[in-house]
T-cell receptor
Framework: SQTIHQWPATLVQPVGSPLSLECTVE??????LYWYRQAAGRGLQLLFY??????ISSEVPQNLSASRPQDRQFILSSKKLLLSDSGFYLC???????????FGPGTRLTVT | KNEVEQSPQNLTAQEGEFITINCSYS?????LHWLQQHPGGGIVSLFM???GKKKHGRLIATINIQEKHSSLHITASHPRDSAVYIC????????????????FGQGTILTVHP
């Protein structure tokens, strides 16, 4: 069966520090991968998606970047965090065919 | 105006009541998803549908493509159903694929009291 992992679960970082959130998927190959953010009191928003290794599409301009160095690994990064980067970050995958999405447990990021 | 609108934003019910959450959208879609977000933040996919009706246990989801409207029903509600219910749509891409990208509603906060 397929599983999706995210870490860390929670993170508190000062403004201006770097960020690296990691997501890995097991039990499937060539998944579509997604990074979403849920800011406090707001709905979910798609940040990045990837249909293959090294292929990243950004949905909104922001202070963040994403990379997919391996088929089942998706990384969200920032060189310098802003207060507005605080939120709940979710990674998800789909098979690219049926496109039902499966979400990871999420990372709660607080930028202080 | 958001492309996906949910109503109500907040819903309080007594255990055993029949619950309906509505979702309207203003764009062409290839599929609509209903998601459940628990208090800790974890999200579970409940349904993905592109036409008609689906049922899973006490949950029923319907969609009317012509009216651009979907409903999520919970029969015999229980306190464990308390969660945020989120409607999300997969936009239809003429001549291509949407790659499963989702656009979300704001969510409906459901509280079921015993």
């Amino acid at each position: 069966s397929q599983t999706i992992h995210q870490w860390p679960a929670t993170l508190v970082q000062p403004v201006g520090s770097p960020l690296s959130l990691e997501c890995t998927v097991e039990g499937t190959s060539n998944p579509n991968l997604y990074w979403y953010r849920q800011a406090a009191g707001r709905g979910l928003q798609l940040l990045f998606y990837s249909v293959g290794i090294g292929q990243i599409s950004s949905e909104v301009p922001q202070n963040l970047s994403a990379s997919r160095p391996q088929d089942r690994q998706f990384i969200l990064s920032s060189k310098k965090l802003l207060l507005s980067d605080s939120g709940f970050y979710l990674c998800a995958w789909s098979d690219g065919i049926l496109n039902e999405q499966y979400f990871g447990p999420g990372t709660r990021l607080t930028v202080t | 105006k958001n492309e996906v609108e949910q109503s109500p934003q907040n819903l309080t019910a007594q255990e055993g009541e029949f619950i309906t959450i509505n979702c309207s959208y203003s764009v062409g879609i290839s599929a609509l998803h209903w998601l459940q977000q628990h208090p800790g933040g974890g999200i579970v996919s409940l349904f993905m549908l592109s036409s008609g009706k689906k049922k899973h246990g006490r949950l029923i989801a319907t969609i009317n493509i012509q009216e651009k409207h979907s409903s999520l029903h919970i029969t015999a509600s229980h306190p464990r159903d308390s969660a945020v219910y989120i409607c999300a749509v997969q936009l239809a891409n003429a001549g291509g694929t949407s790659y499963g990208k989702l656009t979300f509603g704001q969510g409906t906060i459901l509280t079921v009291h015993p």
